[in-house]
């Protein structure tokens, strides 16, 4: 989105740029949402647990803008704020994840803008997600507009535990005690190796299957060479 098209000139600016973010957000649950059902349909497997969505309200902006030092106005907004836009995709395995980023990057309509891997380099404090800053096209009456949306890929377990760790964080505003944040560190850990016990217990799960029908296909080819032996 490009600054300079909305000047600072009050609500008219204000509502069309914020119009501008939710349509984002709704063009772009919907891709996800066709790229799970045909997953489901290939693959007869969905990825995807659940999805959220959410637009900042314009407290939040104002409160982001001031601590980062800008100036309260729609262009700063706009140039400096990457997350106005946010959808959260929630996975059950952390394959999911990056299969699910090769799936977005590959839509014609998405442009990449960045990628924070945080699950390969988790941040000090333990939070582990994988991030990606897009823009979409949203089609108006006169104009075309590349919107910025941020997305979020993550485990349910990673997602309880980002969950839980901004309730604990805002109790403290911030200054939580260090062995509060030492036992966040540990119950990340905790988490991670639940995802990689659980992703081990799917793949052994889809291994056993693929057995299973390999067995069935041999015994059913065995079944018709004996039938027809006996039939000559």
Known sequence: MDASMFP????????????????????????VEILNDEFQQV??????EYIKT???????????????????????????????????????FTSDIYQIAEMIGRQTDVTVVSIKDYIKNPKPS???SYHMLVTIPIYLSDKTVDTKVE?????????????LEHKIYYKFEGNAPEYISRDLRDCSEIVSMMDTKMLQLNNAIMQTKLEEKEKEKQMEEKRHKNNWKENI
């Open 126 to 128: 333990g939070y582990k």
């Open 54 to 92: 959410r637009v900042k309200t314009p407290e939040s902006i104002v409160k982001k803008l001031k601590k980062n030092g800008y100036e309260i106005s729609i262009p700063n907004m706009i140039e400096h704020c990457n997350d106005i836009a946010g959808v959260r995709i929630v996975c059950s």
């Open 8 to 31: 600072d000139d009050g609500v008219n600016s204000w509502n069309t740029v914020m119009l501008l973010y939710e349509s984002a957000i709704k063009k772009f649950r919907t891709k």
């Open 43 to 48: 693959h007869q497997y969905n990825p995807i």
């Open 151 to 163: 997305i979020q890929i993550r485990t349910i377990g990673m997602d309880f535990w980002a969950s």
